[in-house]
């Protein structure tokens, strides 16, 4: 089955880190940009991050840039992102999108509360 | 950053009627876009990418136009599952950046 699920979200004080991962199935991981998208509660769509299929280019939206970092396994079919110094406007659903441009497969969400 | 509005906020339909929603973008960004559908409690799903191409398995009552800053998707006889909240997305540069949405009710 083709899909993405995502897992690691949680609550979080303000300042702390989490990691999230993305586990992918039934897609040549390999082949494509992923990237993460999050949406704050009733709120729209944001591109966060994205990862070219080798790793060797990263973009992030200035908002997270220098806190957060995008990573992949290719060999665990993998995405992950790494997110430090967070903040309450940090908490949102986080997807998991395959594309780096546009996405046609989205994971459920893994949520991420930023509170203390 | 580009930023895309949408246009309406919330449009009223009543099922079997033509639903047109608007999008701007701030600059061109040729045919770079694309309209995702969310319903409550779920991800959202790709309908339209390069300005006017349908996703696989999109049916022929939503279809896409426009170039440059103005975009339009239209749904040409609403069903009950199209009520939902519609997102355009330029993917014409970095940061990708999507409008705020349409949601589009029933009237």
């Known amino acids: 089955e083709v899909q993405l699920v995502e897992s690691g979200g949680g609550l979080v004080q303000p300042g702390g880190s989490l990691r999230l991962s993305c586990a992918a199935s039934?897609?040549?991981?390999?082949?494509?940009?992923m990237s993460w998208v999050r949406q704050a509660p009733g709120k729209g769509l944001e591109w966060v991050a994205n990862?070219?299929?080798?790793?060797?280019?990263?973009n992030y939206v200035d908002s997270v840039k220098g806190r957060f970092t995008i990573s992949r396994d290719n060999a665990k079919n993998s995405l992950y992102l790494q997110m430090n110094s967070l903040r309450g406007e940090d908490t949102a659903l986080y997807y998991c999108a395959r594309g780096g441009f546009y996405s046609g497969l989205w994971g459920r969400g893994t949520l991420v509360t930023v509170s203390s | 950053e580009i930023v895309m509005t949408q246009s309406p906020a919330t449009l009223s339909v009543s099922p079997g009627e033509r639903a047109t929603l608007s999008c701007r973008a701030s600059?061109?960004?040729?045919?770079?876009l694309a309209w995702y559908q969310q319903k409550p409690g779920q991800a959202p799903s790709l309908l339209i990418y390069a300005a006017s191409t349908r996703a696989t398995g999109i049916p022929a009552r939503f279809s896409g136009s426009g170039s440059g800053t103005e975009f339009t998707l239209t749904i040409s006889s609403l069903q009950s599952e199209d009520f939902a909240i519609y997102y355009c997305?330029?993917?014409?540069?970095?940061?990708?950046?999507f409008g705020q949405g349409t949601k589009v009710e029933i009237k």
């Open positions: 039934g897609i040549t991981f390999s082949s494509y940009w």
């Open positions: 600059q061109s960004v040729g045919s770079n």
């Open positions: 997305q330029h993917y014409y540069n970095w940061p990708r950046t």
């Open positions: 990862i070219k299929e080798d790793g060797s280019e990263k």
